[in-house]
């Protein structure tokens, strides 16, 4: 008995080392990624406009319709993702964002919007591909939190190296982008080669996360029967975070400007890292619940108290009773309370809890579709209605409204899943 407790106790340590290094793996491997999307938003363009429409938003919004296209196709693309080619996958959608950084630099104003319109289009898969590598194991919940918080902190890392570009080396607006991408080409490569080493799940995964299958159309008409209702408002709810996360993360640097942070390129990586370890902190918590309904149930309460902590933050905000930077970093650690789970253990508990036979990517890319549709409809709005606000005080504004329609649907979801559960034990 003593040798199989042993015996036991190893296994155990082992699986915890592989957990953690394709987490860490996964992390960084995205947040590589991560440096041929995000750092062109760095640049303001300050002076052009095209159609009474700033550049930097044209660019901004082209990238966004690529990326939002790529979830709608993603939903077929990636819940049929087989394990052979991901590393190939990888490679030429990625190369291929890069070339269009260099077509981008090359191009004048305002055609720079036709391959930054492609970028996100390729870009846009590459969720979807790297977490098929840790979805069905019992340590999903950490290794995809782990994997999640890379939108934190690559978001604000690469824009730390991209505005280091500008300011220590001179490079131009329109070359940035690809110089930044140039710099992260290599642990590119790297780190996507490394995820093809790690083991695939075990029986004990399989037993408690059930088995990863790609899934047929029939498959996905099946579930959408099935649970359509609660996908259709965690969908909606998700839409919310979404619209929010993503004008945050796209115009960060306005905000930061309007708030007296201009010439601190330093402010992007130092405010989103401690974020970073603050929701990992949380996320990881969820390892220690077994039993999946009451992860389920769990990761609902987490996503209601983001939306309460960036709704109440911009409240106070708004309403001159906190400073812009408690409220950048409060209103930070809220939204991606709620974005993380929905994009790593949400759906993840959600097909273990039913038993389902399929895999995250669809639902992840389901949500995904429909959350950028509205990201891009809110851009194009404010552009367009002509608010007389500036970001800051758009971004407020929507945080309050968007925290309020978040919560409804929060709690609409729990209802309704848990009743489901309920009626299939019953």
């Known amino acids: 008995m003593t040798d199989i407790a ?14 953690v290094l394709a987490a860490l793996t996964a992390f960084l491997a995205y947040s590589s990624v991560y440096a041929y999307r995000k750092p062109f938003t760095v640049a303001t363009f300050d002076g052009l406009r095209f159609w009474n429409i700033s550049y ?27 394990s052979l080619g991901r590393f190939r996958t990888g490679m030429i959608l990625t190369g291929s964002a890069w070339i269009c950084l260099l077509l981008f630099a090359l191009l004048p104003a305002p055609w720079g919007m036709l391959p930054m319109f492609i970028n996100g289009f390729l870009l846009g898969f590459m969720w979807g591909v790297i977490f098929s590598y840790l979805e069905g194991r ?15 902190f690559a978001g604000g890392f690469t824009r730390t190296v991209a505005k280091w570009l500008m300011v220590e080396w001179n490079v131009a607006e329109n070359w940035m982008p690809f ?12 780190f996507l080669s490394m995820l093809e080493r790690i083991p695939p799940p075990d029986d004990d995964d399989r037993r408690e996360r059930t088995v990863r ?7 996905r008409k099946k579930f959408l029967k099935q649970f359509g209702a609660g996908l259709i408002i965690s ?18 640097a306005n905000i930061w400007n309007e708030l007296g942070y201009g010439s601190d390129y330093s402010v992007f990586t130092r405010t989103e890292t401690n974020t970073s370890l603050l929701v990992l902190l949380i996320m990881g918590m969820l390892v220690l619940i077994r039993k999946n309904i009451r992860a389920f149930s769990f990761v609902h309460v987490v996503i209601l108290a ?6 109440i933050s911009s409240a106070l905000f708004i309403n001159g009773m906190m400073n812009g930077a408690t409220w950048m970093q409060l209103v930070s650690l809220g939204l991606y309370m709620g974005y993380i789970p929905f994009n790593c ?10 038993r389902v036979a399929g895999n995250v990517g669809f639902l992840i890319y389901f949500a995904d579709a429909f959350g950028y549709l509205g990201s891009v409809t809110v851009m194009l709005a404010k552009e367009f209605i002509r608010l007389q606000l500036n970001w800051s005080e758009f971004y407020s504004y929507g945080v309050v409204i968007g925290s309020l329609m978040g919560i409804a649907g929060v709690l609409f979801s729990y209802r309704y899943f848990r009743g489901r559960y309920h009626h299939s034990k019953a």
Do not use: C, H, W
Request: avoid cysteine; charged fraction near 15%.
């Open 6 to 19: 042993a015996t036991d106790q190893r296994l155990a340590g082992k699986r915890m080392i592989i957990a």
């Open 56 to 82: 930097q938003t044209l660019l901004i919004i082209s990238q966004v319709v690529g990326y939002m296209l790529s979830k709608f196709y993603g939903i077929r693309f990636i819940s049929e993702l087989r």
């Open 138 to 152: 019992r340590t999903t919940d950490f290794m995809g939190a782990v994997m999640a918080v890379s939108f934190i």
């Open 179 to 190: 110089f930044t991408g140039l710099v992260f080409i290599i642990p590119l490569i790297f």
């Open 213 to 219: 299958v790609p899934m047929t159309s029939a498959d």
């Open 235 to 252: 969908s909606v709810t998700y839409l919310f975070l979404t619209v929010m996360r993503d004008i945050r993360d796209n115009y960060m």
């Open 306 to 311: 983001g939306f309460l902590i960036a709704g």
């Open 345 to 354: 253990i949400f759906f993840e508990r959600l097909i273990a809890t039913f």
